[in-house]
């Protein structure tokens, strides 16, 4: 449960983990998706299927290369919101060009909301 835990980050759009050696760093971004005015992190290992069509979600753009001399500022991209079954759209969703290859997003603030962590596969 604390692996789940640590997939679900909503606090930072990307991250730079500093390389052990002093090196270059590599920037990793947090896969955001606004939807309705509310914005949903991803979540790993949940069982879930994919429900109804709900519309287009946004994904934020992510400046993964901080120091690469643009300004930081690519256009957000879209992609279609389904919803799951037996769960809320307001807490989650699935996010893709087809359900077949849909990811869960959730929308919690801080923690996994109790009705994903019980579909959280091995806990």
Known sequence: MLLAAAA???????????DSDGGSSESV????????????SDVANVDFTVGDKLGRATLPPCDDTPNDDDDG???PSSTTAYAVEG?????????GEEPSEARLV???GTEIPPEVKKRIRGS
């Open 106 to 108: 959730v929308y919690s």
């Open 87 to 95: 769960l809320d759209p307001r807490i989650a969703i699935a996010v």
């Open 8 to 18: 679900l980050s909503v606090s930072v759009a990307c991250t730079s983990p500093g």
């Open 73 to 75: 500022r690519a256009a």
């Open 29 to 40: 971004c947090v896969f955001l998706v606004d939807y309705q005015n509310r914005e949903y």
